[in-house]
C-alpha cells in the first residue's frame, strides 16, 4: 500500500521511526513533513491525498494525536481515528472505514505505536450488514451537508 504519513514538530523523531517501520512492513510512504507549527496544515495535505485516493491510507501524529484527528476530518473524505489500543486500531478499519489514524508522540510508547499501525494496516474494511450501513450514514450525511 500507498501510505502518507505527516506530524507537527514536536512528533518529528517519533514519525521518522514510525516511517521506517511502515517500511518494513513493505508499504510505500510518502512523508508530508511538518515543519509547519500549525499541525492542522499537514493533516490537511495528508487528508486531501488519502481523499482523493493518491494514496490508500494515512498516518498522522501530533502530542496526543487529537489535533490531527480533528484538523483530518474536515478534509471531505477523509475519515481519521485517533487509536490507542489494538482493538481500536483494527475496529478504524473494520468497523468504520477510516482511511487515516492518528497517534499521539507523547501518549503512546513507540512499541505500542508499531503494534497498533501493524494492526491497522492489516486490515481491509469490508462492507457487511452490521457496518455498511453505519459508514454509509456519515459518508451519506457529508454528501448532503
Same mark, same amino acid.
Do not use: W
Given at each position: 500500500m500507498?501510505?502518507?504519513?505527516?506530524?507537527?514538530?514536536?512528533?518529528?523523531a517519533y514519525?521518522?521511526?514510525? &516511517?521506517e @517501520? &511502515?517500511k518494513?512492513l513493505?508499504?510505500?510512504?510518502?512523508? @508530508?513533513?511538518?515543519?509547519?507549527?500549525?499541525?492542522?496544515?499537514?493533516? @490537511?495535505?495528508v487528508?486531501?491525498?488519502?481523499a482523493? !485516493? !493518491? %494514496?490508500?491510507?494515512?498516518?498522522? @501524529?501530533?502530542g496526543t494525536? &487529537?489535533g490531527?484527528?480533528? +484538523?483530518a476530518n !474536515?478534509?471531505?473524505?477523509?475519515? +481519521?481515528a $485517533?487509536v490507542?489500543?489494538v %482493538?481500536?486500531?483494527?475496529?478504524?478499519? *473494520?468497523?468504520?472505514?477510516?482511511?487515516?489514524i492518528t497517534?499521539?508522540?507523547q501518549?503512546t510508547? $513507540?512499541? *505500542?505505536?508499531?503494534?497498533?499501525i501493524?494492526? %491497522? *494496516?492489516?486490515?481491509?474494511?469490508?462492507?457487511?450488514?452490521?457496518s455498511?450501513? !453505519?459508514v454509509?450514514?456519515y459518508? $451519506?450525511?457529508? +454528501?448532503?451537508?
Amino acid at each position: 500500500m500507498k501510505i502518507a504519513v505527516g506530524c507537527d514538530p514536536n512528533a518529528q523523531a517519533y514519525k521518522e521511526e514510525m &516511517i521506517e @517501520f &511502515i517500511k518494513s512492513l513493505g508499504h510505500e510512504v510518502e512523508d @508530508f513533513g511538518s515543519d509547519d507549527p500549525i499541525y492542522a496544515n499537514v493533516a @490537511f495535505a495528508v487528508g486531501e491525498a488519502v481523499a482523493a !485516493k !493518491k %494514496y490508500d491510507r494515512g498516518v498522522l @501524529f501530533c502530542g496526543t494525536g &487529537i489535533g490531527v484527528m480533528v +484538523a483530518a476530518n !474536515k478534509v471531505k473524505g477523509a475519515y +481519521a481515528a $485517533n487509536v490507542l489500543n489494538v %482493538y481500536s486500531a483494527k475496529r478504524a478499519c *473494520l468497523s468504520n472505514n477510516c482511511n487515516i489514524i492518528t497517534l499521539g508522540s507523547q501518549v503512546t510508547g $513507540n512499541m *505500542l505505536a508499531k503494534e497498533l499501525i501493524q494492526a %491497522y *494496516l492489516e486490515c481491509t474494511y469490508e462492507y457487511t450488514e452490521r457496518s455498511g450501513p !453505519k459508514v454509509d450514514a456519515y459518508v $451519506n450525511y457529508e +454528501a448532503t451537508h
